[in-house]
């Protein structure tokens, strides 16, 4: 059986990805979002169960940078928890009978497959630019929100480069494109990175707050108390500009925000800057046992009053 305490190269996601298809068909779906600069597909996973009624959306995804293993480690994992526990956990029970999970377990596959291979600390896309003389697009800087104004670079060697245009990448192209389309019914947008410990509210690319910032912070630190309770973890909640100290343009996050999203949080998982992206493997399951429970949270929340 599959090892959710270790990181897996890609080819042994795209497996688990088939499997766990397959394996609770009645509950989980497996679509194709688009495809990736390389041609590789891109696969997301709608869980809940089948209803006459129309569902609300918690859309997540994992997997954005591509050296941020615990990221897609932890999709993978709370895809585990929802197929196996929503029989015994009371919230899921009822929440997967009014809301669908959409979840992309790993969205930048090429810069993933790229930090397996040859390059750990790699971030962007694998894109090349003036004649192959430099690769990958940051897709964090890519979306369309005052795309390139701030916080991110013009520069193809640049870690943040924003890109030829908003939506210039495949793989933004594809997840715009499937948000765009349920946005209306997307009550939830989660994006899942490393490190930090945080989570992270409107705005990258300017001091102002989101009109639901009231609400979202009441959210998160609801959330953010009950993860203490897990393993005694705290991150920092605030509005990402001020929390993480840096601005950013392009950003799903905003994006997401931007298109009427009401709450939209981008996670800063484990840990601190002790080992950064290189996370070790045996603090896989701490961290996405707490990182569920913050969630559920949110999610329960959700369900409860909407
Ligand atoms: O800079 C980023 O893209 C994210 N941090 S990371 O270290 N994982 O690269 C933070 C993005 C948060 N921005 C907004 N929510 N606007
Ligand atoms: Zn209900
Ligand atoms: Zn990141």
């Not at 992270?200 to 102002?208: F, I, N, T, V």
Request: proline letters at 4%.
């Amino acid at each position: 059986t599959y090892d959710y305490t270790q990181y897996h190269p890609m080819n042994e996601i795209y497996d688990w990805m088939e499997q766990i298809g397959e394996k609770n068909n009645d509950l989980v779906t497996k679509l194709y979002l688009g495809s990736t600069y390389e041609h590789r597909p891109i696969y997301y996973f709608k869980i809940g169960w089948p209803s006459e009624k129309k569902k609300k959306i918690m859309f997540m995804d994992c997997g954005f940078h591509a050296r941020e293993w615990i990221s897609v480690a932890f999709c993978q994992w709370f895809i585990k928890e929802l197929v196996s526990t929503h029989n015994t956990n009371a919230i899921l029970g009822k929440v997967l009978k009014e809301f669908d999970f959409y979840i992309v377990p790993v969205f930048n596959i090429d810069g993933y497959i790229y930090t397996w291979t040859t390059q750990r600390l790699w971030r962007k896309n694998r894109a090349p630019f003036e004649n192959g003389t430099c690769y990958g697009v940051d897709l964090n800087r890519n979306f369309d929100a005052q795309w390139c104004t701030i916080g991110a670079s013009r520069n193809c060697s640049s870690n943040t480069f924003c890109g030829p245009s908003a939506e210039s990448e495949p793989e933004t192209k594809a997840l715009a494109g499937l948000i765009g389309r349920i946005k209306s019914d997307i009550l939830f947008y989660l994006t899942m990175h490393s490190y930090g410990k945080m989570i992270l509210l409107p705005y990258g690319y300017k001091d102002d707050v989101s009109k639901d910032h009231e609400l979202m912070m009441s959210v998160a630190t609801k959330a953010n108390a009950k993860m203490k309770e897990k393993h005694n973890n705290e991150y920092a909640v605030g509005p990402s500009a001020s929390v993480i100290g840096y601005y950013d343009s392009g950003s799903s996050g905003d994006w997401a925000t931007d298109i009427g999203i009401k709450f939209s949080y981008t996670f800063e998982l484990r840990d601190n800057g002790t080992y950064g992206f290189q996370l070790p493997a045996d603090q896989i399951k701490p961290t996405c046992e707490e990182t569920t429970t913050a969630i559920m949270s949110m999610v329960e929340y959700v369900h409860d009053n909407y």
